[in-house]
């Protein structure tokens, strides 16, 4: 079973960039399709990014989109999450994960992904 481990987080002013790191322990994440996701305080976990196994197609949600950039290093086993123009409403946990690509085109329905991290902390301050 695939362990996953995010880092990268913390404090940034609005305005500022971060780069969140996932990488897998157990298995290989070439197959998979990997996403991003992440929870505010009170509020549910939402999709933000994902990308194919093979990097040849992403998807990310409108709230983002323009502002991020997922990416991934089959080779490193380890997928990128890189994050300019941060702003408060940002602030959140970010978790990766994975869905393993034999069970279709890329997800943004986080019951789809069977495989999850513990999540980095990202806080944007204004």
């Known amino acids: 079973q695939a362990q996953l481990v995010e880092s990268g987080g913390g404090l940034v002013q609005a305005g500022g960039s971060l780069r969140l790191s996932c990488t897998a322990s157990?298995?290989?994440?070439?197959?998979?399709?990997m996403g991003w996701f992440r929870q505010a305080p009170g509020k549910e976990r939402e999709f933000v990014a994902t990308?194919?196994?093979?990097?040849?197609?992403?998807y990310y949600a409108d709230s983002v989109k323009d502002r991020f950039t997922i990416s991934r290093d089959n080779a490193k086993n380890t997928v990128y999450l890189g994050m300019d123009s941060l702003q408060p409403e940002d602030t959140a946990v970010y978790y990766c994960?994975?869905?393993?690509?034999?069970?279709?085109?890329?997800?943004?329905?986080?019951?789809?992904?069977?495989?999850w991290g513990q999540g980095t902390q990202v806080t944007v301050s204004s």
């Open positions: 157990g298995r290989t994440l070439s197959i998979y399709h």
């Open positions: 994960a994975a869905a393993p690509m034999t069970r279709g085109p890329i997800e943004t329905m986080a019951r789809r992904y069977d495989f």
């Open positions: 990308i194919a196994s093979n990097s040849l197609t992403t």
